[in-house]
């Protein structure tokens, strides 16, 4: 959360930068005046510890100089437990501003850099050329043709189960992703459990502003109120246990509100308890929709020695969450899913290692996208976009040859080759595709995008990785600290992000590595992973591509 001092002394100063990132200035002043009202009680509340520390004091001395032990003295004694009464109230309504503060506070996202734009840029929607004569296809019918995988039926919607070659694909990459940030970048590899508490979840930002995103584990289903959802949660303490013989027969069920300690048989005892009802805001444990929670809590409530620092982990894990499915390409294939496969990085550090910290992990990023050989492009968030713990973001895309294009584009440039003059002041333009970065001497290629409207038009920019510094956000809600050289404690930096989510990037690979036979050609450093340089070679692939490219396609090319 935000800096309470920094909202105390400029509070103008946060309202103009949260103002970039859409935030009204009414959500700055209900925060601060909470903070002032509490403030305001803290000096009534040391008041009145005072008084009845002295009213005490004068009571113990009157009864110290008394002859009769049994002597009080009246007026102070009902003095004393008036203060004491008003200190409770005091003491009550301070407790009560203080949670209303803290949740004004977790409300307002992170103050965006100074550097960060405040609109996102106008980015033309070129990409590389398709080099072959057949057109691309999308990669939901890739998957359909390869076998890769099919809908978690006992799940539901947005779920899928990896099959054959396509598990050992997703295995290969995330194999493949480790190696690179553990063995080259020296990142510590974590496993992390699949479920995230309320405390966990808050501290990475998380909640309380995604919380309808996210999977409770044994609370009501949002999506049917009053229904249980999640997995089966202990018998609360006001629900009535009891138990009951077990009958035997199959026309008579258990409900399925009730919970069984074992299977029954004829004969036995059954335990069974009322099913707990959560309403929102209720639910304590969630499927993490990621492994942030527990890299930003690992050193939750802890003082780092500074040369521990800087702390770089990665961990490969199944981010879950709410996703509803939307219409045309954005619902289909691997572009939304509610759980799928996905490596992060997350780094600890200084202050002032932050932005280096930043970019060394987007520089890893990169190097997995440029050993895979799949276009991609950097471009940096603007204001608006970022999440709410970040102050900054570099997001990587990647090209997908097969997906229906969205934006038009009235004037596309050329295509051309040009000379890199491999100087800064003169970078390359964020709307250019990149196989690997340009360097002094060599070319770099860029395309024309055909226009949205144009008969045939394929190929569109997907987002794979957001690699975001949050300052000391997290570190905040944390309390992750470090010792610096004077002795005194600071919070740290973190650095975190998706390197790289996985669905999206197979998107990519499966459509540039498309051949006419329908089989896919993978790229050398996935197929030393996977074991094969080519998926579904030999197989019925070309009549399934016949089947799926309609006549009327057969001639146009991206």
């Known amino acids: 959360m935000l800096d309470l001092a920094v909202l105390r002394a400029e509070p103008a100063r946060v309202k103009a930068a949260l103002a970039r990132r859409g935030v009204r200035a009414e959500a700055v002043d209900a925060a ?43 007026d102070l004694v009902r003095a004393g437990r008036r203060a004491a009464r008003d200190l409770k109230a005091v ?12 949740a004004a506070l977790l409300a307002l996202p992170n103050l965006p850099g100074t550097d960060v734009p405040d609109a996102p840029p106008d980015l033309d929607p070129s990409g590389p050329a398709w080099p072959h004569d057949f057109p691309p296809l999308p990669h939901w019918d ?75 584990v044994g609370g009501a289903s949002r999506d049917a109120p009053g229904a249980t959802g999640g997995l089966p949660a202990s018998a609360p303490r006001d629900a009535p246990s009891r138990e009951r013989e077990f009958a035997g027969t199959d026309d008579a069920p258990v409900p399925a509100s009730r919970a069984k300690i074992a299977p029954p048989a004829e004969g036995t005892r059954e335990l069974t308890f009322a ?18 929670p527990h890299l930003a809590t690992l050193y939750a409530d802890t003082v780092l020695e500074a040369d521990r620092l800087p702390v770089r982990l990665v961990a490969a894990t199944t981010a879950i969450r709410r996703a509803p499915h939307g219409g045309g390409a954005e619902g289909r294939g691997l572009l939304r899913l509610a759980a799928f496969p996905t490596v992060e990085v997350y780094t600890l550090c200084r202050p002032e290692a932050s932005d280096d910290e930043l970019q060394r992990a987007v520089a890893g990023a990169e190097t997995i996208l440029e050993r895979l050989g799949v276009a991609h492009r950097r471009r940096v968030r603007a204001a608006t976009d970022l999440s709410h713990a970040a102050a900054r973001t570099v997001s990587l895309d990647v090209w997908c040859p097969g997906l229906p294009a969205r934006e038009e584009d009235d004037e ?13 002041d003169a970078p390359a333009p964020a709307s250019r595709a990149r196989i690997a970065p340009p360097v002094e001497g060599t070319r770099e290629l860029t395309f024309a995008a055909r226009k949205e409207g144009e008969p045939g038009a394929r190929g569109r920019w997907v987002e794979v990785a957001a690699l975001s510094s949050f300052t000391d956000y997290q570190a905040r809600r944390a309390a992750a600290e470090y010792r610096g050289e004077d002795g005194r ?10 390197a790289v989510a996985v669905p999206r990037l197979l998107a990519a690979l499966l459509e540039t590595g498309q051949q006419a036979d329908g089989s896919v050609r993978l790229p050398a450093a996935l197929a030393a992973e996977v074991g094969v340089s080519v998926l579904g070679a030999g197989n019925s692939a070309a009549r399934s591509r016949s089947r799926l490219v309609k006549p009327s396609q057969a001639h146009k090319t991206g």
Request: charged share 30%; glycine share 8%; with cysteine.
């Open 412 to 424: 596309a440039p050329p295509s051309r080759v040009r000379e890199h003059a491999g100087t800064d």
């Open 275 to 292: 099913a707990r009802t959560a309403g929102p805001g209720d639910a304590d444990l969630f499927l993490a929709p990621r492994a942030e």
């Open 489 to 498: 404690t600071r919070l740290v930096h973190t650095v975190g992000g998706a």
């Open 142 to 216: 890739l998957v359909e043709m390869l076998h890769l995988a099919a809908p978690a039926h006992g799940a539901g919607s947005g779920f899928l189960l990896w099959r054959g070659a396509g598990a050992r694909l997703v295995r290969g990459l995330v194999q493949f992703m480790l190696d690179v940030h553990t063995e080259e970048d020296g990142r510590e590899e974590i496993l992390a459990p699949p479920l995230a508490t309320r405390e966990a979840l808050t501290a990475s930002a998380h909640l309380p502003t995604l919380e309808a995103m996210l999977l409770e």
């Open 91 to 102: 003491e009550g309504a301070m407790r009560d501003l203080a949670a209303r503060r803290e």
């Open 32 to 74: 601060v005046d909470l903070d002032r009202r509490w403030c305001a009680r803290q000096e009534v509340r040391e008041a009145l510890r005072t008084r009845r520390r002295r009213i005490s004091d004068e009571v113990a001395r009157q009864k110290a100089g008394a002859d009769d032990a049994e002597t009080e003295a009246p």
